[in-house]
């Protein structure tokens, strides 16, 4: 009962987010509260938090580069990463049997030495991804709401 008395803790659940440096990367710590502004829908916007490393974020930064330059608009990161899950959710049942035929992994460490385990560890997870968009009934499959 005492945590939820704590104004400390009240007001970390409120603090507006910020940019910090990892040694794997940057973090950048979110809050995950509904926030609604002018002329967005009702429902508002989850923040979330996300961890990429440099080559995880060059990679995003040239996907979002890709996505301006042939659309010629000033999109951000949100619309790249909505519109990227968007399509992966239209074929969840694929990537769902794709997952399962991963079977049990282990989670790497963070720690400082384990770039490499962790490579591995989502390249695996980035391969069952590509299974599942590419295979072959992907097409009757996977369709955008």
């Known amino acids: 009962m005492a945590p ?31 926030t609604n502004k002018p002329n967005e829908p009702t429902s508002g916007y989850v923040k979330r938090e996300l961890t990429l490393d440099r080559a995880a974020d060059a990679m995003l930064t040239d996907l979002i580069q890709v996505f301006r330059m042939a659309t010629d608009t000033r999109l951000t990161a949100s619309h790249v990463v909505r519109a990227i899950l968007r399509a ?35 390249r695996q ?17 996977c369709e955008l709401e």
């Open 88 to 122: 992966m959710a239209a074929c969840r049942p694929l990537l769902e049997r794709e997952a399962r035929r991963l079977g049990p992994l282990k989670l790497p460490s963070n720690a400082s030495g384990r770039a490499r385990e962790r490579a591995e560890f989502e």
């Open 125 to 141: 997870i980035a391969d069952a991804f590509l299974r599942g968009m590419h295979s072959g009934d992907s097409a009757l499959n």
């Open 4 to 34: 939820l008395l704590d104004a400390r803790a009240a007001q970390r659940a409120i603090t507006t987010p910020r940019l910090r440096p990892q040694a794997n990367g940057l973090s950048l710590s979110t809050v995950t509260r509904e």
